[in-house]
């Protein structure tokens, strides 16, 4: 059975080899103790909502949410940062139930709606969010600069 929980710091060693598949999926080297910290930041400081899919109380998904503000609309907004199901468990639903809790917590917190971005060679990816009721946008321009010394 599936079932959705929202994460908390008790949960952090279930997250981290799923955000460490998920990094390396986006080409990223493999770092589990930074990404330990990195999580362990976020649930401590109360930075982003994350949210674990479980089947028979394995996790095997999550998505990563951050609070965002829109000053046009004067209301909230959630970055949908972070999606991700283990290979082993894709197809059975699982990023849809994860979708639809993140409109839940869009819809409880007041929030204007969920943004999010993924590259355009992400097949499923871009099949999943326009079934889930997202719609590209077309009209906007999306600009990224890089510190550098970062």
């Known amino acids: ?3 959705i929980e929202k994460a908390s ?5 279930q997250i981290v080899p799923l955000f460490e598949a998920y990094r390396v999926f986006y080409r990223k080297a493999p770092n589990p103790n930074a990404a330990r910290d990195f999580l362990q930041a976020r649930l401590d400081q109360n930075e982003s909502v994350i949210y674990l899919a479980f089947e028979d109380n394995q996790a095997i ?3 990563q949410l951050y609070p965002l503000f829109s000053s046009t609309r004067m209301k909230r907004l959630w970055l949908l940062n972070d999606l991700f199901v283990d290979a082993q468990h894709r197809g059975k639903g699982v990023s ?6 993140a409109k839940i917590l869009a819809r409880t917190t007041g929030a204007a709606g969920l943004s999010l971005e993924t590259e355009q060679s992400n097949i499923i990816g871009n099949q999943l969010y326009p079934a889930c009721g997202f719609e590209l946008d077309k009209e906007h ?4 600069w890089t510190n550098d010394e970062a």
């Open 1 to 3: 059975m599936l079932k």
């Open 9 to 13: 710091i008790d949960h952090l060693e």
């Open 61 to 63: 998904g999550f998505t």
């Open 96 to 101: 849809k139930l994860l979708m639809e809790q």
């Open 141 to 144: 321009n999306y600009y990224f």
